[in-house]
């Protein structure tokens, strides 16, 4: 479909749709959309199935499976993904496979080198069926389905999305080893152990506690005297950082007739990754006693970067034994968040620290060998070869300790450093296994799935038709008897793990009596909870939370509407505790004058507001007053910044931070911090005070930039990218949408679903189920999401047909 038709099909389903929170009419949309599309029927022959299966597409890009047997529904579930994301997935190919290099050139050979040391290599059989009974049938049948469609397009290859194109290349053949890479989880705290490490070099321990929110223990960050600190440094993990980071493309990566004209391209500064904090979500479950119709209720908005395609695809897969529907992956079988027809799930991350960094001392005879007790023990090698466009194939030497791949050796110090991964053990690979969740009927059942989820860490949380609700934490979690894993160890045996805490041992609840589990990413762990030498101590800030907490704790009976605007609800709490310490202070001006419509403000986030645009310029300028204050200067670089909670409470109690008299002095802070955020609001939006509107394309906005959207010439970039439009919140809201003025990060993909009846159920998804820019599902959800409106998901089989806009029946050759 050409983009022209493209924008008449959004104008034709989008136009007169009312304003925010309101779910768009599914039967009036499914007659607008049937009348965009001329052929919504069709059957068509798929090699490899094994029976007939159907394929019914809803008004918002979901593919309905129907299937006789479970081969080929995972057979079509990877076809239809493949059909919808196939430049996603051909990305993704090449990074769980170390080839990125072949069509980008040697500026992503450490990328491949650091994929292929990384490399999960033991056995292929095990480990797909940790993640279900049937995983190596399953997967293995998901990536059938994934080649046959790269087949289709093979022998037509004018069915390539447009990027292939641009980049004259060809999308090539998935194997099972490429689903289960672990490239693109929410792997560990790595990066940050080796600059908490820097950071006590520099300061010592204690400095780094006062600096740091460490919690719910304080952990032990003196080093061992074997760990020499004034060597450590960032690129001690080049390999790994280069293997985890997005894949950039630049102008001469494409064909000439393609290529953005400018001569010096220059990245977006705001496309940069952002803090591992700031990358969060929220999820809750509410019991029938607080809610209007009796049903339990489950709510989950994973927040991660925003991104075209969307990083989660929603699929219907029903087949006996299974019918489960929601989102996911797109390039894994089943679905990680969504319901059954007993139970619905969602996930938060939980703070689990599965990665350590080991430095060993080496053999000066002989550079192989790391000190490891009382001998010398020799690193096992590995020989490959890394093809790279332009030039002739990498040989390179993969090197391993006993704990894992080296990433550095430093041969005029005599060192060497590794990292430990506990994603590297069977069953590491991201959500695979949500497909024992996926066919759960009991809390119980569900529980035990979970014990096979290791990674990410993650708080699962389960509402089912019974009126259960529960929460489990999961996650593969190293038990560490004598050391915290915030800083790098010495490799020679004295730091060892004893072993892994069995997941159904990590903190869990089922039935509280306040009726309701929520988790936001905030320490959730009990008190009373025993096993703290596998539990983290870096947690996101607690204020999304607490106010999520505050909503559901109060005694009103909850609806599907009320809990939608719960997931999108702007009210900052920073903003509720900041402003009343406004009211003293001494301003002049306009500083006075913005200081006092906050004073009446309802401290929402709110698109068009000003009195929002006036609060977030003062509490970013109060971070980075509080960087560059607090921060000593020999450690600026290495402490990346100070989390808005640590810094709300020096304000809120001046004595354990200010120097005497704290309280002025203090004062003294918020004044300055106050008036730098005005001026910098009149530098950047003029005199006009009605002109500091929050989610203006100055401001805060959501423009989302296709993976090429800044290499092509302006045209395509045009066509490709989406956006801007204004955006509300920011990221310790409980509608998160990150900290800069383009939101990067938050909640694309959200749920929520009511047990007692699952056609209620609803989500967003943006900008679209596609990522073929040619696909009337590339944006069709774009604008719906940004304006915080929801579609309906429906389960049943009579709902989904009457909002039908494409059938395709497959038939075995």
């Known amino acids: ?107 992503e050979l450490k990328r491949d080198i650091g994929t292929r040391l990384f490399k999960f290599r033991g056995d292929l059989e095990e480990e797909m069926n940790y993640y279900h009974e049937r995983g190596s049938e399953i997967i293995t049948a998901y990536t059938e389905g994934v080649n046959s469609y790269i087949e289709e397009v093979l022998r037509d290859t004018s069915l390539l999305p447009i990027e292939f194109k641009m980049l004259d290349i060809l999308p090539q053949k998935w194997t099972p080893e490429v689903v289960i890479s672990r490239h693109q989880g929410l792997l560990g705290n790595i990066g940050a152990e080796l600059k908490v490490g820097m950071a006590v070099n520099v300061l010592g321990a204690e400095e780094v506690k006062n600096l740091y929110w460490f919690h719910p223990k304080t952990p032990v960050l003196e080093m061992d005297p074997a760990v020499d600190g004034s ?79 969307s990083l989660r695809y929603m699929t219907h897969l029903v087949a006996p034994g299974w019918n489960v529907i929601g989102g996911g992956e797109p390039e894994i079988p089943g679905i990680s968040i969504g319901h059954n027809e007993y139970g619905a799930w969602g996930l938060t991350v939980y703070s689990t620290d599965g990665e350590d960094l080991y430095v060993y001392d080496l053999n000066p005879e002989d550079l192989n060998e ?52 506990a994603w590297l053990e069977p069953g590491g690979s991201p959500y695979l296994a949500s497909l024992r969740m996926d066919q759960a009927r009991t809390w119980e059942e569900f529980r035990e799935a979970c014990n096979y989820s290791h990674i990410p860490g993650e708080n699962m949380v389960w509402a089912d038709k019974k009126g259960h609700i529960g929460w489990q934490a999961v996650g593969i979690a190293p038990v560490r008897r004598n050391f915290s894993g915030l800083v790098p160890v010495p490799g020679d045996g004295r730091y ?158 001046p004595e354990t931070r200010f120097k005497e008299p704290a309280i002025r002095r203090r004062d003294e802070f918020l004044t300055k911090t106050f008036r730098a955020s005005v001026e910098h609001l009149r530098e950047t939006l003029g005199e006009d005070m009605n002109s500091w509107r929050y989610g203006q394309e100055k401001y805060k906005h959501a423009y989302i930039v296709h993976p090429l ?65 040619a696909s009337p599902f590339y944006d069709n959800l774009f604008r719906p999401w940004a304006e915080d409106r929801y579609f309906p998901v429906y389960f049943s089989r009579e709902k989904i047909d009457s909002v039908a806009v494409e059938r395709v029946r497959y038939m075995p050759d």
Not at 20 to 44: D, G, H, T, Y
């Open 709 to 773: 959207g800044r290499a092509i010439s302006k045209p395509w970039a045009d066509s490709l990218n989406l956006g801007p439009v204004p955006r509300g919140g920011n990221g310790f809201t409980p509608g998160s949408t990150g900290g800069n003025n383009r939101q990067s990060s938050g909640a694309s993909f959200r749920m929520v679903i009511s047990t007692g009846d699952w056609d209620k159920a609803v989500g967003t998804n943006g900008p679209g189920q596609s990522g073929d820019p």
């Open 496 to 653: 060892e793990w004893d072993g892994y805490l069995p997941i159904v041992e990590k903190p869990h609840e089922v039935d509280p009596e306040r009726g309701f589990i929520a988790t936001a990413n905030q320490n959730v762990t009990p008190d009373t909870y025993e096993h703290w030498d596998a539990i983290g101590f870096e947690w996101s800030d607690p204020y999304r939370g607490d106010r999520i907490e505050e909503v559901l704790r109060s005694d009103k009976k909850f609806s599907m509407d009320e809990m939608m605007a719960l997931q999108v609800d702007y009210l900052s709490l920073p903003a509720r505790t900041l402003v009343p310490m406004l009211s003293g202070l001494r301003l002049k001006g306009q500083a006075a004058k913005a200081r006092d419509r906050l004073l009446s403000w309802d401290f929402r986030l709110l698109p068009e507001s000003v009195e929002a645009g006036i609060y977030v310029a003062f509490e970013r300028e109060l971070r980075k007053k509080a960087d560059e204050e607090f921060i000593p200067d020999k450690a600026k670089g290495i402490i990346g910044g100070i989390q808005l909670k640590r810094v709300m409470d020096w304000i809120q109690a």
């Open 231 to 309: 060597l450590l440094g960032d690129h001690i993990l080049e390999l790994y950082y280069a293997y985890r980071k997005s894949v950039r493309f630049l102008p001469e990566d494409l064909l000439p007739e393609y290529r953005k004209k400018e001569t010096a391209f220059q990245p977006d500064r705001e496309f940069l990754p952002v803090d591992s904090l700031s990358i969060g979500s929220n999820n809750w479950v509410v019991s029938g006693s607080k809610t209007a119709d009796g049903h339990t209720l489950m709510a989950n908005d994973p927040h991660r970067s925003i991104a075209v395609p």
């Open 370 to 421: 790391y000190k490891y007790q009382d001998g010398w023990e020799a690193m096992t090698s590995i020989r490959d070869t890394i093809p790279v466009k332009g030039r002739a194939a990498e040989e390179v030497t993969l090197r391993y300790t006993r704990h894992g791949p080296v990433t550095f050796i430093d041969s005029i110090n005599l060192k060497a450093y590794a990292v430990r991964c």
């Open 1 to 107: 479909m050409a983009r022209t038709d493209i924008e008449k099909h959004e104008r034709c389903y989008y136009r007169g749709v009312p304003g925010q929170m309101i779910i768009v009419l599914a039967i009036f949309a499914a007659a607008i959309l049937f009348s965009c599309r001329s052929n919504p029927s069709e059957k068509k022959t798929l090699e490899g199935l094994m029976e007939p299966v159907e394929v019914v597409r809803d008004p918002w890009g979901i593919n309905h499976i129907y299937a006789e047997n479970e081969h080929d529904l995972f057979f079509t579930q990877g076809y239809a993904a493949a059909k919808d994301r196939l430049f996603q997935f051909e990305v993704w190919r090449r990074q769980a496979t170390g080839t990125v290099a072949e069509i980008l050139g040697e500026r």
